[in-house]
């Protein structure tokens, strides 16, 4: 055992190809798309730059539903809410808080169908559903 080993690997490290691009040399999607379009950073369509009046109503309507949704988010806060979880599971807390990017809910005495936690953070993307009464 003296130290002329090599060093030593203990994990393997993982290596994530992205298929090959529709020209067949590059790596990833074509930006012709729907797939790409759709998960691209850009959210609002700009295929008619010509027509700033269609981009305008789609902004606002844009900020519109923010608006309401971070309304509703506001009188959440100190509620019963009911949530419809990935796989159809139904929990009920208190909601508390969420995270600036509305990633996480914060909510206590969670009631799930294997009891009671006092505080837990919800993942946005495991809720399918939520209700409460105003």
């Known amino acids: 055992m ?3 080993q090599g060093p030593r690997h203990l994990c393997p490290a993982l290596v994530i ?9 590059s790596r990833g999607f074509d930006p012709n798309s729907p797939r790409y379009q759709a998960l691209s950073p850009v959210s609002i369509s ?21 608006e309401r949704y971070l309304r509703s988010l506001f009188a959440m806060v100190g509620r019963t809410i009911h949530f419809t979880m990935y ?21 206590s005495d969670l009631q799930t169908p294997l009891g009671v936690h006092r505080e837990a953070l919800l993942r946005c993307s495991d809720i399918i559903s ?3 009464e105003l």
């Open 46 to 66: 700009t295929a008619g730059c010509g027509n700033e009046a269609s981009l305008e109503r789609e902004q606002q309507g844009r900020v519109a539903l923010r």
């Open 17 to 25: 190809r992205l298929p090959r691009g529709p020209d067949g040399t």
């Open 2 to 4: 003296g130290g002329s």
């Open 87 to 107: 796989e159809r599971v139904n929990v009920s807390a208190f909601f508390d808080a969420s995270d600036i990017d509305i990633l996480n809910f914060q909510v």
């Open 130 to 132: 939520y209700t409460f």
